[in-house]
């Protein structure tokens, strides 16, 4: 527990060197065009990490190293989706209809995050039921911290699904925010 509050305190400390860093230009189209290509990349790196359910890794899950620069690059994004005048020069009404799409992809990003995920199982259990201990088979672990699940973690859907959520959280936000500034405006009237 206290390794996760660390992970969280130096990611929180990062964003705000980057945010700091790049100071006005982290609003820019191009700097948001930036995050999502490293993000891609870094999702792409996590897929290469992939093992498959019937070869050995042995250096373990570095995969999961990744999930630090991920959350990162995140946390800058949402930042940037949420001060993009993009989003800012909608309408509450856009920004619903914006936040519905978002949803309907997630809802279908996840149906086959699980469809891939029920097709891992699958080929687990063949592999494990065609291999014996005494012919040195491996051992296919599908926990979240198995290396074999790389793939399930790290690919196009996992990327954009993450990006997705982001989006939904900053158009949240924007709403928030609207809703919050049109009440003090009526209270003042």
């Keep these: 527990m206290l390794l996760l509050i660390m992970q969280g305190v130096i990611t929180i400390f990062v964003v705000g060197i980057v945010v700091g ?3 006005d230009r982290v609003k820019h189209p191009i700097s948001i065009a930036v995050n999502l290509l490293f993000l ?3 999702f792409t790196l996590g897929s290469l990490m992939n093992v498959e359910p019937d070869r050995p890794a042995g250096n373990g899950n570095l995969a999961l190293l990744l999930l630090i620069p991920i959350v990162v690059l995140g946390l800058v994004l949402l930042f940037q989706l949420y001060t993009a005048r993009l989003f800012r020069r909608l309408p509450p009404l ?3 209809f914006v936040l519905l799409g978002l949803s309907a992809h997630q809802a279908a990003g996840f149906d086959l995050q699980h469809a891939r995920y029920r097709h891992l199982q699958e080929k687990a ?3 494990q039921s ?3 201990d005494s012919q040195g088979g491996y051992p296919v672990s599908l926990e979240w911290d198995s ?3 790389n793939g399930h973690f790290f690919h196009l859907n ?4 993450f990006i997705g ?3 939904i959280i900053a158009v949240l936000w924007l709403l928030a925010e609207m809703l919050i500034r049109r009440r003090r405006e009526g209270q003042q009237n």
């Design 21 to 23: 860093a790049l100071g």
């Design 158 to 161: 996992t990327y954009l699904l």
């Design 165 to 167: 959520w982001i989006a």
């Design 125 to 127: 259990s063949l592999i």
């Design 147 to 149: 290396m074999h699940m």
């Design 94 to 96: 856009a920004l619903g």
């Design 40 to 42: 891609g990349l870094l």
């Design 130 to 132: 065609q291999t014996t």
